[in-house]
């Protein structure tokens, strides 16, 4: 995800939603990611205001192609991309195909991380687990994936309460007015590098250095 005043992919740039993106975990499906140069994802609305535009798309493949376009061609706003082949293949506990697809996305992940500045956030995670070893094809209970790219920060991200704090994080990288009212950011924008980057990008005149 690139990060606010830069692009976000949640995969968060404008807001575009591509469908679908996924992540590699053990037992779990993940689907999502979202990255912003503020923010880029796959979506449709209007300027500045909800999703500008829309990509369908029918393969994971197809959906990396298309982040990798449109992270190319936007400097900011949030790009959310779902890469529904974990999902198809998680509920039909095909394993070879779900692993191929781990396999996929993690080399496509390979290259296109070196795309991502400093100033952009990226955060790969899922919407709920997918054993595709366990009997039936019902969603499972495995714990989800949160991996987060940002300006060289490492650590971890610990257990979250809820999902609702990848939208608590996307929240303060755009600088929202308002606080998200559900979940908690787990990074930190408000470093002296950070406001220097906001009042670059959104004539926001930084507060004093921390």
Request: some cysteine.
């Given at each position: 995800?690139?990060?606010?005043?830069?692009?976000?992919?949640?995969?968060?740039?404008?807001?575009e939603l591509v469908s679908p993106v996924r992540c590699s975990m053990r037992h779990c499906e993940p689907r999502?990611?979202?990255?912003?140069?503020?923010?880029?994802?796959?979506?449709?609305?209007?300027?500045?205001?909800?999703?500008?535009?829309?990509?369908?798309?029918?393969?994971?493949?197809?959906?990396?192609?298309?982040?990798?376009r449109l992270w190319e061609r936007t400097h900011d706003g949030l790009l959310f991309a779902n890469l529904d082949?974990?999902?198809?293949?998680?509920?039909?506990?095909?394993?070879?195909?779900?692993?191929?697809?781990?396999?996929?996305?993690?080399?496509?992940?390979?290259?296109?991380?070196?795309?991502?500045?400093?100033?952009?956030?990226?955060?790969?995670?899922?919407?709920?687990?997918?054993?595709?070893?366990?009997?039936?094809?019902?969603?499972?209970?495995?714990?989800?994936?949160?991996?987060?790219?940002?300006?060289?920060?490492?650590?971890?991200?610990?257990?979250?309460?809820?999902?609702?704090?990848?939208?608590?994080?996307?929240?303060?990288?755009?600088?929202?007015?308002?606080?998200?009212?559900?979940?908690?950011?787990?990074?930190?924008?408000?470093?002296?590098?950070?406001?220097?980057?906001r009042m670059k990008k959104g004539g926001i005149p930084p507060g004093p250095a921390a």
């Amino acid at each position: 995800m690139r990060a606010c005043g830069g692009r976000a992919a949640c995969l968060a740039r404008r807001a575009e939603l591509v469908s679908p993106v996924r992540c590699s975990m053990r037992h779990c499906e993940p689907r999502k990611l979202s990255g912003s140069r503020r923010a880029r994802s796959r979506s449709r609305a209007s300027a500045r205001s909800g999703v500008t535009h829309s990509h369908a798309t029918h393969s994971n493949a197809e959906a990396m192609e298309f982040i990798d376009r449109l992270w190319e061609r936007t400097h900011d706003g949030l790009l959310f991309a779902n890469l529904d082949d974990f999902d198809r293949f998680g509920h039909a506990r095909d394993m070879p195909g779900y692993a191929a697809s781990l396999a996929q996305f993690d080399a496509w992940l390979g290259k296109f991380l070196p795309k991502v500045a400093p100033d952009d956030l990226l955060i790969i995670t899922a919407d709920h687990g997918n054993d595709p070893a366990f009997r039936g094809t019902d969603h499972t209970r495995e714990e989800l994936p949160l991996l987060a790219h940002y300006d060289g920060v490492t650590g971890s991200l610990g257990t979250r309460e809820t999902l609702a704090d990848v939208a608590a994080t996307l929240a303060e990288f755009f600088h929202l007015k308002e606080t998200w009212p559900t979940g908690k950011p787990f990074l930190d924008f408000k470093t002296p590098k950070a406001r220097q980057f906001r009042m670059k990008k959104g004539g926001i005149p930084p507060g004093p250095a921390a």
